[in-house]
């Protein structure tokens, strides 16, 4: 077989070495013979296959970082151990990925030079394993995270629009290693079987804009206004989350809101815990060793006042930027006790910034007093009922009746036949589409969604006209004076043309130049 022009002998040999893991000169290769098969087109195609397989697993893994942290916080829960699994998961999928796109790089230069496709076993084991474990990886992400379906799909409106591109770019650079296959091989079937499935694909693509739907795709004068922030148990990537530091942390951050979490003590003092058990974010372990595993509402307020609630931030560094602190921030860290609803109270107080919590244990066999005892502490705060948002559903028309001025905010969406108008609503943000919040935004009800950290997610929520959003990352939204995106949607029809157009030039040329 003749090398074809401006591929070198040694460069073709080499690629084969790679490939086959066999040190095959090109003139051994004449010699015996070899041919690619339709079994190592078999294998070419499985390759191909895996390599598209793993690139989408790469899409989700960068979607879901997103939410990663919650998937921290449960594996600490089950097997008391603190890691950034974000980080192993990065790692294994760019082992993955780079690895099936170095072997499908290597094939299409084959196929270019005119070598054979002989894949080693070992890559043909590798290759399964691959397959394997980025199909378990799916199929544990939909068993134990099912939501992250919903926030795929949520993604596209952010990504769909430079997906067509990039797709439709890797589709045209296909079309020369095609060519030469289709010129070289002999079977005529094969050429028109292969001809179709890629002209079917190309017009599929080139129509995909078609059903691409973007909130972003908008004029600029149609922007809603900026999204309200609500500090998610204060600014945890800055500062212990619900510590006094943490909800001052938030203040900086220009949020309005201060979400949190509250728990009331055996002596009825309410404090601020998300967690059931106190090993997370204290030194429980090591002032109360033999009650560590006890509920937090089992303590009362003079042993809890004991408890660091600050150093585990440092150790265990829940977030990247904790790397980042300032030597001062660092000391105060250090400092951080387990503040009582009384403080945080008065402390939103001072920064004039309202407080939303959930109380717990809902569950709670003595709940209705966890309940008086909070809205006791209310009241006497002198906070304005108004800088209050009160999220627990249970003795909430009790609530309503001793504390009218508190502003109830509700975790689920409206009824048909709804007695009492919601006025604010709070949900996860995978639980509400573009248009239910268009259609909630001109009914006059205040929409929060949680938890929303990536910027790509707040500019999708920011172009639909949510009216805030609870975060971990305030720090990086405040600085967000735009959507990352804004077309309108004739300059996005303006580039879909162009590109199709630059597409299809490319593919002719490609089997006009290889003919």
């Given at each position: 077989?003749?090398d074809?022009?401006?591929?070198?002998?040694?460069?073709?040999?080499c690629l084969?070495?790679?490939?086959?893991?066999?040190?095959?000169t090109?003139?051994?290769?004449?010699?015996?013979g070899?041919?690619?098969?339709?079994?190592?087109?078999?294998?070419?195609?499985?390759?191909?296959?895996?390599?598209l397989?793993?690139?989408?697993?790469l899409?989700?893994?960068?979607?879901?970082?997103?939410?990663?942290?919650?998937?921290?916080?449960?594996?600490?829960?089950?097997?008391?151990?603190?890691?950034?699994?974000?980080?192993?998961l990065?790692?294994?999928?760019?082992?993955l990925?780079?690895y099936?796109?170095?072997?499908?790089?290597?094939?299409?230069?084959?196929?270019?030079?005119?070598q054979?496709?002989?894949?080693?076993?070992?890559?043909?084991?590798?290759?399964?394993?691959?397959?394997?474990?980025?199909a378990?990886?799916?199929?544990?992400?939909?068993?134990?995270w099912?939501?992250?379906?919903?926030s795929?799909?949520?993604?596209?409106?952010?990504?769909?629009?430079?997906l067509?591109?990039?797709?439709?770019?890797?589709?045209?650079?296909?079309?020369?290693?095609?060519a030469?296959?289709?010129?070289?091989?002999?079977?005529?079937?094969?050429?028109?079987?292969?001809?179709?499935?890629?002209?079917?694909?190309?017009?599929?693509?080139?129509?995909?804009?078609?059903?691409?739907?973007s909130?972003c795709?908008?004029?600029?004068?149609?922007?809603?206004?900026?999204?309200?922030?609500?500090?998610h148990?204060?600014?945890?990537?800055?500062a212990?989350?619900?510590?006094?530091?943490?909800?001052?942390?938030a203040?900086?951050?220009?949020?309005?809101?201060?979400?949190?979490?509250?728990?009331?003590?055996?002596?009825?003092?309410?404090?601020?815990?998300?967690?059931?058990?106190?090993?997370r974010?204290?030194?429980?372990?090591?002032?109360?060793?033999?009650?560590?595993?006890?509920?937090?509402?089992?303590?009362?307020?003079?042993?809890?006042?004991?408890?660091?609630?600050?150093?585990?931030?440092?150790?265990?560094?829940?977030?990247?930027?904790?790397q980042?602190?300032?030597?001062?921030?660092?000391?105060?860290?250090?400092?951080q006790?387990?503040p009582?609803?009384?403080?945080?109270l008065?402390?939103?107080?001072?920064?004039?910034?309202?407080?939303?919590f959930?109380?717990?244990?809902?569950n709670?066999?003595?709940y209705?007093?966890?309940?008086?005892?909070?809205?006791?502490?209310?009241l006497?705060?002198?906070?304005?009922?108004?800088?209050?948002?009160?999220?627990?559903?249970?003795?909430?028309?009790?609530?309503?009746?001793?504390?009218?001025?508190?502003?109830?905010v509700?975790?689920?969406?409206?009824?048909?036949?709804?007695?009492?108008?919601?006025?604010?609503?709070?949900?996860?943000?995978?639980?509400?589409?573009s248009?239910?919040?268009?259609?909630?935004?001109?009914?006059?009800i205040?929409?929060?969604?949680?938890?929303?950290?990536?910027p790509?997610?707040?500019?999708?929520?920011?172009?639909?006209?949510?009216?805030?959003?609870?975060?971990?990352?305030?720090?990086?939204?405040k600085?967000?004076?735009?959507?990352?995106?804004?077309?309108?949607?004739?300059?996005?029809?303006?580039?879909?043309?162009?590109?199709?157009?630059?597409?299809?030039?490319?593919?002719?040329w490609a089997?006009?130049?290889?003919?």
């Amino acid at each position: 077989m003749a090398d074809p022009p401006g591929c070198c002998r040694p460069c073709a040999t080499c690629l084969l070495c790679l490939y086959s893991c066999q040190w095959i000169t090109a003139k051994k290769e004449k010699r015996k013979g070899l041919r690619t098969t339709k079994c190592d087109c078999s294998w070419f195609l499985f390759l191909f296959c895996v390599f598209l397989f793993t690139l989408v697993w790469l899409y989700f893994a960068i979607i879901i970082l997103n939410d990663f942290h919650n998937f921290n916080e449960f594996i600490f829960k089950q097997r008391k151990l603190w890691l950034d699994w974000s980080l192993v998961l990065l790692i294994a999928t760019a082992v993955l990925i780079t690895y099936s796109a170095v072997l499908l790089v290597l094939a299409l230069c084959l196929q270019l030079c005119g070598q054979p496709l002989k894949l080693h076993w070992l890559h043909k084991t590798l290759l399964i394993l691959t397959a394997l474990v980025v199909a378990a990886a799916f199929a544990g992400l939909g068993i134990k995270w099912a939501e992250e379906w919903r926030s795929a799909r949520i993604s596209l409106q952010a990504t769909g629009p430079f997906l067509h591109i990039g797709i439709v770019g890797g589709m045209t650079l296909l079309a020369w290693p095609l060519a030469t296959f289709i010129y070289r091989t002999r079977s005529t079937g094969l050429k028109v079987f292969l001809l179709l499935v890629y002209c079917a694909v190309m017009i599929v693509l080139y129509l995909a804009p078609l059903g691409i739907a973007s909130p972003c795709i908008m004029e600029e004068n149609q922007l809603p206004p900026k999204p309200a922030l609500v500090g998610h148990r204060g600014a945890p990537m800055l500062a212990p989350e619900n510590t006094l530091m943490s909800l001052h942390k938030a203040v900086d951050c220009d949020v309005q809101v201060f979400e949190t979490d509250v728990m009331v003590s055996a002596d009825r003092v309410p404090f601020l815990m998300h967690d059931e058990e106190l090993t997370r974010t204290t030194n429980v372990q090591a002032v109360f060793p033999e009650r560590a595993a006890l509920n937090s509402t089992t303590f009362n307020w003079t042993d809890l006042q004991q408890l660091d609630a600050g150093s585990w931030f440092l150790e265990r560094r829940p977030f990247p930027t904790v790397q980042s602190l300032s030597a001062g921030d660092r000391y105060q860290v250090t400092e951080q006790r387990i503040p009582s609803l009384e403080q945080a109270l008065e402390a939103a107080k001072q920064s004039n910034i309202s407080i939303m919590f959930d109380l717990r244990p809902e569950n709670h066999s003595d709940y209705q007093s966890f309940v008086n005892a909070t809205l006791e502490v209310i009241l006497q705060s002198g906070i304005p009922l108004q800088q209050v948002l009160w999220l627990p559903d249970g003795f909430r028309e009790q609530v309503k009746q001793q504390a009218p001025g508190i502003q109830q905010v509700y975790g689920r969406k409206r009824l048909q036949n709804e007695k009492e108008p919601l006025l604010h609503v709070n949900l996860p943000y995978q639980d509400m589409s573009s248009e239910e919040i268009r259609q909630y935004r001109q009914d006059n009800i205040s929409v929060n969604l949680y938890v929303v950290n990536q910027p790509w997610l707040f500019s999708v929520l920011w172009c639909s006209g949510v009216s805030s959003v609870t975060t971990n990352a305030c720090q990086v939204l405040k600085e967000m004076k735009h959507p990352i995106w804004l077309l309108p949607s004739s300059t996005y029809l303006m580039i879909w043309i162009v590109v199709d157009c630059a597409s299809f030039l490319a593919i002719l040329w490609a089997f006009l130049l290889l003919k």
